[in-house]
T-cell receptor, first 112, second 113 residues
Framework: DAGVTQSPTHLIKTRGQHVTLRCSPISGHKSVSWYQQVLGQGPQFIFQYYEKEERGRGNFPDRFSARQFPNYSSELNVNALLLGDSALYLC???????????FGDGTRLSIL | DQQVKQNSPSLSVQEGRISILNCDYTNSMFDYFLWYKKYPAEGPTFLISISSIKDKNEDGRFTVFLNKSAKHLSLHIVPSQPGDSAVYFCAAIPQGGSEKLVFGKGTKLTVNP
């Protein structure tokens, strides 16, 4: 079975640009969460979606947005990119609440 | 405000010995605790979890202990193998049904042959 897949794997952008990151959950998983991991820190929660509805939002500015599609895949959008947005962005999926979340390998975003 | 703390950035052990990774938390309102392992260039991989109503959970070489009065949990790996070398993250799920994971900063484990 395919795990959580994320695209692209690497991305280089400049300040002020916009970026869209994509995630396909494990088949049958209806919940998708997004995390940001900066160097030397643990992943930090950004969003959680379940059945296409936002179920949770972390302490991130409104420049960050996300959505989930009918096939349960998800997009994370970041507008007006700042240097501090450089990080590994991780997507995780799970079947229901309190089931372990399974992570993709992430998208490495570099802002120049 | 770090709610989940891993105070040891690194740990080095010999192959075959026990590895003990520690984690402290400041918020009593967590329902579940989990341990994830992360290799470079890969996403975190789930290892083992424990409910806040338990004090021990075991899965093969991995055992997690929870001490609620001390707000402390630990992961024991016995025996340690070189393939266990990775960064280990402690994470917690707050009460209320959210799937938000609150992570510690991680501990880099090196198992020497």
């Amino acid at each position: 079975d395919a795990g959580v897949t994320q695209s692209p794997t690497h991305l280089i952008k400049t300040r002020g640009q916009h970026v869209t990151l994509r995630c396909s959950p494990i088949s049958g998983h209806k919940s998708v969460s997004w995390y940001q991991q900066v160097l030397g820190q643990g992943p930090q929660f950004i969003f959680q979606y379940y059945e296409k509805e936002e179920r949770g939002r972390g302490n991130f500015p409104d420049r960050f947005s996300a959505r989930q599609f009918p096939n349960y895949s998800s997009e994370l959008n970041v507008n007006a990119l700042l240097l501090g947005d450089s990080a590994l962005y991780l997507c995780a999926s799970s079947s229901t609440a309190y089931q372990p979340q399974h992570f993709g390998d992430g998208t490495r975003l570099s802002i120049l | 405000d770090q709610q989940v703390k891993q105070n040891s950035p690194s740990l080095s052990v010999q192959e075959g010995r026990i590895s003990i990774l520690n984690c402290d938390y400041t918020n009593s309102m967590f329902d579940y605790f989990l341990w994830y392992k992360k290799y470079p260039a890969e996403g975190p991989t789930f290892l083992i979890s424990i409910s806040s109503i338990k004090d021990k959970n075991e899965d093969g070489r991995f055992t997690v202990f929870l001490n609620k009065s001390a707000k402390h949990l630990s992961l024991h790996i016995v025996p340690s193998q070189p393939g266990d070398s990775a960064v280990y993250f402690c994470a917690a799920i707050p009460q209320g049904g959210s799937e938000k994971l609150v992570f510690g900063k991680g501990t880099k484990l090196t198992v020497n042959p």
